[in-house]
């Protein structure tokens, strides 16, 4: 199929967002050994953001190409690294606390161990019990199970974006269906 089968087939809006600082995310954090040298001042691994951005860059210049391809369509651009990024480096001024800290998990640094992921469950003298929970309050934490976002980052999160500040062009999510001059 071509690449371009949704435009061909009458698509006009297209969302795209980037992707996140997969660098912050506890997933990373705690399975691959970082020296703190590569810890950039929030506590996420740089070389993951860099390559994060690196992505993004690539990306952006392929929205570019493809509104030339495409003149009738409207593209919007969504840079959610930045956004996430800076829920992250402002959590606890937002009442979110540690930005690192898993809502359901079991174990580790961050409250999140790879082999005893959200739901794991395990035997204890015979009977089935699950040892990895969600936290008291989802609402007070920025990350769900080591790799999602909670409920209340995600509306935080598009919060910033609803308006477009955060899209290029800068257009509010009302009026992402209609292409820019």
């Not at 020296?35 to 994060?52: H, I, L, Q, R, S």
């Not at 309050?137 to 919060?159: C, E």
Request: glycine letters at 8%.
């Amino acid at each position: 199929m071509p690449k371009q089968n949704v435009y061909a087939r009458g698509g006009r809006a297209f969302w795209v967002h980037n992707t996140g600082p997969v660098g912050c995310l506890p997933y990373i954090l705690d399975r691959y050994l970082i020296p703190m040298t590569k810890m950039d001042k929030y506590g996420c691994a740089a070389p993951f953001n860099d390559v994060a951005q690196y992505f993004n860059e690539k990306l952006k210049d392929a929205i570019i190409q493809l509104r030339r391809k495409l003149p009738l369509a409207a593209i919007t651009y969504v840079d959610i690294y930045s956004v996430k990024y800076s829920l992250i480096a402002q959590a606890k001024i937002l009442g979110f606390g540690d930005p690192f800290l898993v809502c359901c998990g079991h174990g580790g640094k961050h409250n999140f161990n790879n082999a005893r992921r959200c739901g794991s469950t395990k035997m204890v003298k015979g009977k089935e019990i699950m040892i990895a929970k969600s936290c008291g309050d989802p609402s007070s934490r920025i990350i769900w199970d080591g790799i999602h976002f909670t409920q209340s980052a995600n509306k935080w999160m598009y919060g910033q974006i609803v308006a477009g500040a955060f899209s290029d062009p800068p257009v509010s999510v009302k009026m992402a269906c209609h292409r820019q001059k």
